[in-house]
């Protein structure tokens, strides 16, 4: 059985449609009338070149997020919606893991995400807390588990349009249960704190 169920091109085409996505997803929110009518088809227009001449996307990388199968034969898809490339809800992370200890940046992020005018919605800052210090635990256990608890604690608004830093720690491990704790920042100022525990499956 191959390895992917999709030709590398197909899940660079992927990946491609939906950066499309995303930017029509921002463009919803900051265009009106005839201005989103061309911005629209502008974006259109790119997706259907693309389709109809894949070979004109040149990938300088691999795809981040080609599908596989199984072991069991389904086609498995990186369905993350913080971190999958082909999740267009996705605002994507880029991540150093390393022992006990996880950073991302991620954005700037546009305004689908705001909660305040200008500033993100607190779920979502819960959102990237829950995945990054999920990942160190993942990545200081070698294998998945449940976040059970998640205490934040909003010390100052998250702006939107600038990079964000989040980082991860593992605090304590006892058996089945991990303690991590991290912050978001924006520059030097932190803007939320975490903290919560993860419990491995039975
Ligand atoms: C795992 C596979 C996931 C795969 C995902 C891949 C991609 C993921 C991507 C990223 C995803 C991002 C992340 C996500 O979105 S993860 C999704 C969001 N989380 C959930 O949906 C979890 C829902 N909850 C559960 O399923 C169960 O409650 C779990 C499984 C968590 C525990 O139920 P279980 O019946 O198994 O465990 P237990 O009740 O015997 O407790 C176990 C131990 O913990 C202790 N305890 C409990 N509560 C507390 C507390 N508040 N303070 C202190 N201690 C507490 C308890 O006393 C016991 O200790 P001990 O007696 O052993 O000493």
Redesign the pocket.
């Known amino acids: 059985m191959d390895a992917t169920p999709e030709t590398t091109a197909d899940s660079v085409l992927a990946e491609f449609a939906a950066g499309i996505c995303r930017r029509m997803a921002e463009g919803l929110l900051e265009h009106t009338g005839g201005e989103l009518r061309s911005f629209l088809s502008a974006e259109s227009a790119r997706l259907q070149a693309a389709l109809a001449d894949p070979a004109t996307l040149e990938p300088a990388e691999q795809p981040h997020d080609p599908p596989r199968f199984s072991r069991k034969g389904h086609v498995v898809i990186n369905t993350?919606p913080?971190?999958s490339h082909r999740n267009v809800l996705a605002p994507l992370l880029t991540e150093k893991l390393e022992d006990d200890r996880a950073v991302a940046t991620v954005g700037p992020l546009p305004r689908q995400y705001q909660g305040p005018r200008g500033m993100l919605h607190g779920g979502y800052v819960g959102v990237l807390l829950?995945?990054v210090?999920?990942?160190v635990v993942?990545h200081r256990l070698g294998?998945?588990?449940?976040?059970?608890?998640?205490n934040l604690t909003y010390e100052s608004p998250v702006p939107l349009g600038e990079e964000l830093t989040v980082e991860g720690r593992v605090t304590k491990i006892?058996?089945?249960?991990t303690f991590a704790e991290g912050e978001l920042r924006s520059g030097d100022t932190v803007c939320a704190r975490a903290e919560g525990?993860?419990?491995?499956?039975?």
């Open positions: 993350n913080v971190t829950d995945q210090l999920w990942d993942f294998h998945a588990s449940f976040t059970r608890t998640l006892d058996g089945r249960k525990l993860w419990v491995s499956p039975r």
